[in-house]
């Protein structure tokens, strides 16, 4: 079945980095585009990145441009999400997700279980 | 940027009677609308892609609609497990951003 399963959140000084991984199973990592959505405390869903499924198309939030960068090896079956310049705003659980099919842009199907980032000094 | 409101903020409906959420955007986003249910401590789950196509697993008692601006979620007869923040998503064309309702949160009345 298919899994994905965050790792390397924790507690973060403002300004510091952090790089969270996602490892997936149970199908062909290299066929699917992959998302990377946050969701802060007590607050909403808020979309991060994408990655298209063979890395040559990446975009992001106006709120991380320029500060994260996300990326995949599919020879791993993992995608990454450095984040630098962390901010305390950047405060939240962040879950990878794929999409149900190649032709089904943003349509999340499958979602990790999260792993939280804290930023506080 | 598009902005997707979902109204209301808090629905409260019993067991058994039809739920209506909303979610608006603020230009057309065609038909690339999803909708997802999120129980506490749980991820998002799909349940409506492309405004009215169910997601795989999901009960027929889920259906979305709509296209433009306006979309709707329909629960036609609330279950108990069906209790939970729902969320809206919209996808531009290009760049192909992505962005989600403030979400409704379905309580027990």
């Known amino acids: 079945q298919v899994q994905l399963v965050e790792s390397g959140g924790g507690v973060v000084q403002p300004g510091r980095s952090l790089r969270l991984s996602c490892v997936v199973s149970?199908?062909?990592?290299?066929?699917?585009?992959m998302h990377w959505v946050r969701q802060a405390p007590g607050k909403g869903l808020e979309w991060v990145a994408v990655?298209?499924?063979?890395?040559?198309?990446?975009y992001y939030a106006d709120s991380v441009k320029g500060r994260f960068t996300i990326s995949r090896d599919n020879s791993k079956n993992t995608l990454s999400l450095q984040m630098n310049s962390l901010r305390v705003e950047d405060t939240a659980v962040y879950y990878c997700?794929?999409?149900?099919?190649?032709?089904?842009?943003?349509?999340?199907?499958?979602w990790g279980q999260g792993t939280l980032v804290t930023v506080s000094s | 940027e598009i902005v997707m409101t979902q109204s209301p903020a808090t629905l409260s409906v019993s067991p058994g009677e039809r739920a209506t959420l909303s979610c608006r955007a603020s230009?057309?986003?065609?038909?690339?609308l999803a909708w997802y249910q999120q129980k506490p401590g749980q991820a998002p789950r799909l349940l409506i892609y492309?405004?009215?196509t169910r997601a795989t697993g999901i009960p027929a008692r889920f259906s979305g609609s709509g296209s433009g601006t306006e979309f709707t979620l329909t629960i036609s007869s609330l279950q108990s497990e069906d209790f939970a923040v729902y969320s809206c998503?919209?996808?531009?064309?290009?760049?192909?951003?992505?962005?989600f309702g403030g979400g409704t949160k379905v309580e027990i009345k």
């Open positions: 492309g405004a009215s």
């Open positions: 230009q057309s986003v065609s038909s690339n």
């Open positions: 997700a794929r999409e149900i099919g190649r032709s089904n842009y943003a349509d999340l199907g499958y």
């Open positions: 149970g199908f062909t990592f290299s066929s699917y585009g």
């Open positions: 990655i298209w499924y063979d890395g040559t198309n990446k």
């Open positions: 998503q919209q996808h531009d064309n290009w760049p192909p951003k992505v962005t």
